[in-house]
């Protein structure tokens, strides 16, 4: 079974305290990888996708890089506009996109 | 603003009735997409429709069903609503399932809250 694994639950930085966020993944036939961004009560925001090894993908402060099993999310210098929860999830040869539970993140002034 | 748009935004009703819930995709896209998500089970995929055609299932109940019309829009129907069913529910959108253009745009979401 499709497993999607995110580390660590729940992270608060300082403004301006880099760090990273962990995805892992055993899936069988990996047909990308997506991050999402969702405030509380909001629908999912995405980010990036990343579909092999090696691959890395910026955006403004957030940066994604995926391994053959994980991938990671490094948030450099956040905001408090950063605090959000991160949602990574992997599509597999079946189409579905299975989703992890999610690392909230709480950045302070 | 993803593009993708869902009514009503709130919705509230009592065990045992029925509701539907409704999707507009983003202009173009042909693949919708139904998601629930609850406090404790976290964002669980439901069903898939491809221009008119269910394309994949998840954990969806028998209790739910879904369609999607010839002008793209989806429907979700819960019937025989329990405590449980109480989450809101999301609905994304793609223009096809495959390579690049196939990552998921979600809408706003229905919040569903059920006595």
């Known amino acids: 079974e499709d497993q999607v694994t995110q580390s660590p639950e729940a992270l608060r930085l300082q403004e301006g305290e880099s760090s990273s966020l962990n995805c892992s993944y055993t899936v069988s036939g990996l047909r990308g990888l997506f991050w999402y961004r969702q405030d509380p009560g909001k629908g999912p925001e995405f980010l990036f996708t990343l579909y092999s090894a090696g691959e890395e993908k910026e955006k403004e402060r957030l940066k994604a890089t995926l391994t053959k099993k994980e991938s990671f999310l490094h948030i450099t210098a956040p905001k408090p506009e950063d605090s959000a929860t991160y949602l990574c999830a992997v599509r597999t040869n079946d189409y579905k996109l299975s989703f992890g539970a999610g690392t909230t993140v709480t950045v302070r002034a | 603003d993803s593009g993708v748009t869902q009514t009503p935004k709130h919705l509230i009703t009592a065990t045992g009735q029925r509701v539907t819930l409704r999707c507009s995709p983003r202009s173009g896209d042909l693949s919708v997409y139904w998601y629930q998500q609850s406090l404790d089970q976290g964002l669980q995929f439901l069903i898939q429709y491809y221009n008119g055609e269910e394309r994949a299932k998840g954990n969806i109940l028998e209790r739910f069903s879904a369609q999607q019309f010839p002008d793209l829009h989806s429907e979700l129907n819960l019937s025989s609503l329990e405590l449980g069913d109480s989450a809101l529910y999301f609905c994304?959108?793609?223009?096809?399932?495959?390579?690049?253009?196939?990552?998921?745009?979600f809408g706003p979401g229905t919040r569903l809250l059920v006595l």
């Open positions: 994304a959108s793609s223009v096809d399932q495959r390579g690049p253009q196939e990552t998921q745009y």
